[in-house]
């Protein structure tokens, strides 16, 4: 039977101490029969050491080195129960040794043999690992299985948790992903901001909304200078159709500090955010009114088309215009308090391209909205002059703002190419020109 190097560390440490132990025949039993690789003996001398001393630390000190080599020889993912009766074993031994005030090799040894067990399965579980490529299934269930083991002997180590929870997420469980994050997050003696904004990540994947308002919210209260958190929750309530809750988050953030250009910035950005969500649902609305139209058309060619068929096609349109018209209600409802925040964002910090840029693209898309309208909706009160007038008024309104961002950030190409779009859309050919250089045409 093949002896491990931990059982030859060991073996050689007992020539030295035979005569220290003498008086106990059955820990001079165990010793023996360690050095033979004999474990189940080790084993049943140590018990009939504890039956006549139930508090014999060398006894527990045996049986916990006994198991550690009985795991050694088992497969990988068997392993657990041995190694847990070792831990158990050796915590007692290292504990009856410190109560006893004994010094000796074993009361020296119990805790770093448990140690190099630990790092020996951990080790072997990450060392094979490609973290930033693909692993085969057949690897990352070994990986799982060695820290598993390392989990064993040390649990208290949030290595062994992080380690778990990367490894469960590289092999598409994240549902154990976040399970042990969360313990390591729990179990971690200071907070550590990656954590938190893994788990949340781990929590968005699962579709987790309660979840992720719980972890964002303490982690708001640990890390109150990261606002991604406060920004999160915002986005989570958006998506949940809970628009006061998101914007009472926002307005809890701009309570910490009213002068803060930052926290405007977030405010109006995180608004403006549902304002382009919505902007994706009116979009949907437009293909349904287009597909409408054109059954319209299809009934109108026909010499003798069904008098029900064309009112009922008739009421489905005027249904989806009006919807569009009151989300586009909303829509600006919403704009507007994104430009209010924004436009404090900037008069605190003027020189903020993430600010000019937003305030110029709700301006246009506000413009684009209304042209959306008189292209596609069909109202005998609607007054086609003035809502062109209106639209222009907003790309007016949104030209210094996108020149002020490629005065700031004049190497990005697409500043340029947005001016150039604003400029031929208002007329200004001799400005579109040189836009269009400056982006690269």
């Known amino acids: 039977m093949k002896v491990s190097v931990k059982l030859a560390v060991i073996a050689a440490l007992l ?14 039993s165990a010793k023996l029969n360690l050095r033979n690789a004999d474990f189940q003996g080790v084993i049943a001398s140590a018990e009939a050491a504890l039956e006549e001393n139930p508090e014999n630390a060398d006894a527990f000190y045996y049986k916990g080195a006994a198991w550690l080599e009985i795991a050694e020889e088992q497969p990988v993912d068997q392993r657990r129960d041995a190694l847990q009766n070792a831990r158990t074993n050796m915590l007692r031994a290292d504990e009856l040794f410190t109560e006893q005030e004994i010094s000796s090799n074993e009361s020296q040894t119990a805790i770093p043999l448990l140690v190099n067990r630990w790092r020996d399965e951990y080790s072997q579980g990450i060392s094979g690992i490609d973290f930033e490529g693909e692993n085969p299934p057949e690897v990352l269930q070994l990986a799982i299985q060695h820290v598993y083991n390392a989990h064993t002997v040390m649990p208290d180590s949030t290595m062994n948790l992080d380690a778990l929870s990367e490894l469960y997420f590289m092999s598409n469980d994240v549902d154990n992903a976040a399970k042990y994050m969360r313990e390591a997050i729990d179990q971690a003696a200071e907070p550590d901001l990656s954590r938190y904004q893994r788990l949340t990540y781990f929590f968005m994947l699962q579709e987790n909304n309660e979840g992720t308002l719980e972890i964002l919210e303490v982690a708001a209260e640990v890390f109150p200078d990261e606002i991604f958190f406060v920004q999160e929750q915002a986005n989570i309530f958006f998506r949940m159709g809970e628009t006061e809750q998101a914007m009472a988050v926002l307005e809890d953030l701009i309570a910490r500090d009213e002068s803060n250009a930052q926290y405007r910035l977030v405010f109006g950005s995180q608004i403006y955010q549902e304002y382009l969500n919505l902007t994706q649902d009116v979009a949907a609305m437009y293909d349904e009114l287009f597909d409408l139209n054109q059954e319209f058309r299809e009934l109108a060619r026909q010499s003798n088309p069904s008098a029900a068929a064309v009112r009922d096609v008739e009421s489905r349109i005027d249904a989806v215009q009006d919807q569009i018209r009151a989300m586009d209600e909303r829509r600006f409802a919403i704009a507007d308090r994104a430009e209010e925040q924004l436009m404090i964002a900037f008069e605190l910090e003027p020189n903020e391209p993430n600010t000019t840029y937003t305030l110029g693209a709700i301006n246009e898309n506000r413009g684009l909205a209304l042209v959306d309208q008189i292209n596609n909706l069909f109202d005998d009160d609607m ?56 982006a690269g045409f």
């Open 15 to 28: 020539g030295s101490i035979m005569l220290a132990c003498a008086s106990d025949p059955n820990i001079e």
């Open 383 to 438: 007054d086609f002059s003035e809502m062109e007038q209106q639209a222009m008024d907003f790309f007016r309104a949104s030209l210094p703002f996108y020149e002020k961002t490629a005065e700031l950030e004049p190497e990005e190409t697409d500043n340029w190419m947005k001016l150039f779009q604003l400029y031929t859309r208002l007329g200004m050919q001799e400005e579109a020109e040189r836009a269009a250089e400056r």
